[in-house]
């Protein structure tokens, strides 16, 4: 059962930190909910996945883009990821490239797939590159917010730019004061593998990939992507 505890409210700092744990389908609902109603106010929140803690805004949100930006203090030239809820919706912010069965393979899963960007995607989102992330977490509280949102959630690690991605909330404590709500999942690993976030492949060129980053799902990665015959841009 969920311990659904609001144990911090300070309206200097954060507003709402919500305890994610072991989530039955009723506080599930609470906790989307929470949110959702930040996320369409163009707020910053925090939340658990399913490799490390992440911030997230609403994509199309010019506003909100910028303010995880400043957050982090982030290069502007760094793209940032998004993340759907389901593989249908990579199809409207990427140019997919290889196969339906492929994307089913790799994702849900720490795996951020790389493609051309679309018309639709908020043309202020990482405005420096033709090219998007979309990652699938396999963590059913992210994906329903973005569902709930009926959007792409932007989806960058809980740090400030060049430390340490984060396992539980008091590693990003000096972020807290930015923020709008801390979702707490508890402990998401405690190994430097568990740090390494997602894979990201970019799959923008057919018939081929590129591994931009190895992150924690590299095995099974290249497993999936030799298997469809897909070669590798860097070795071809």
């Known amino acids: 059962m969920i311990r659904l505890t609001t144990f911090l409210r300070n309206h200097v700092a954060v507003k709402t930190m919500a305890r994610v744990v072991d989530i039955c389908s009723n506080e599930l609902h609470q906790l989307v909910a929470m949110a959702t109603e930040s996320l369409l106010s163009g707020k910053v929140i925090a939340v658990p996945t399913d490799t490390i803690y992440g911030i997230a805004a609403l994509v199309q949100n010019s506003e909100a883009v910028d303010r995880m930006y400043n957050i982090k203090n982030r290069d502007y030239s760094k793209p940032l990821a998004i993340s759907v809820a389901e593989i249908k919706d990579i199809y409207r912010w990427g ?3 290889v196969s339906s069965d492929l994307l089913s393979e790799l994702l849900p899963g720490a795996v951020t797939v790389v493609f051309e960007r679309t018309e639709d995607l908020n043309p202020d989102l990482n405005p420096g590159t033709s090219l998007v992330g979309i990652r699938i ?8 917010i973005s569902r709930s949102c009926q959007g792409p959630i932007a989806l960058t690690s809980a740090n400030v730019s060049s430390t340490q991605s984060t396992l539980n909330i008091q590693e990003f404590k000096n972020l807290w004061p930015q923020l709008d709500i801390v979702f707490d999942g508890g402990e998401l690993g405690d190994t430097f593998h568990s ?3 997602s894979t990201v492949v970019d799959l923008s060129v057919q018939g081929t990939y590129k591994i931009i980053r190895e992150g924690s799902a590299i095995k099974s990665t290249l497993a999936a992507l030799r298997s469809h015959h897909l070669q590798d841009r860097e070795n071809r």
């Open 195 to 197: 740090r390494a976030g």
């Open 137 to 144: 977490p396999d963590h059913k509280f992210v994906r329903e």
């Open 95 to 97: 140019k997919v490239t």
